[in-house]
Nanobody
Framework: QVQLVESGGGLVQPGGSLRLSCAASGSIFSIYHMGWYRQAPGKQRELVTTVTSGGTTTYADSVKGRFTISRDNAKNTVYLQMNSLKPEDTAVYYC?????????WGQGTQVTVSS
């Protein structure tokens, strides 16, 4: 069992930056593949970025070059650095942990990009 707690969301102007954190507890963090998803109002949840247990990363085309995922296994935490934010990045951002057939979600953190 893994518990995930996201933080760092908020209101930011277009072009600004935010860093989200996802703190994990309850299991061996380093074995999990971690990801960030987001869900905008009226839309399906979509994959934003992932980092494997070995550190390999993937990004959705819409965030490539602007977002960076990283993990600190010593702190049981995964981060999402978001730069050059756009209004279309507005969504609830969810942290996900995955290992074989097991998957866990955090409660989400709201990111709003608006002037």
């Amino acid at each position: 069992q893994v518990q995930l707690v996201e933080s760092g969301g908020g209101l930011v102007q277009p072009g600004g930056s935010l860093r989200l954190s996802c703190a994990a507890s309850g299991s061996i963090f380093s074995i999990y593949h971690m990801g960030w998803y987001r869900q905008a109002p009226g839309k399906q949840r979509e994959l934003v970025t992932t980092v494997t247990s070995g550190g390999t990363t993937t990004y959705a085309d819409s965030v490539k070059g602007r977002f960076t995922i990283s993990r600190d296994n010593a702190k049981n935490t995964v981060y999402l650095q978001m730069n050059s934010l756009k209004p279309e990045d507005t969504a609830v951002y969810y942290c996900n942990a995955r290992y074989q057939l097991l998957g866990y979600w955090g409660q989400g953190t709201q990111v709003t990009v608006s002037s």
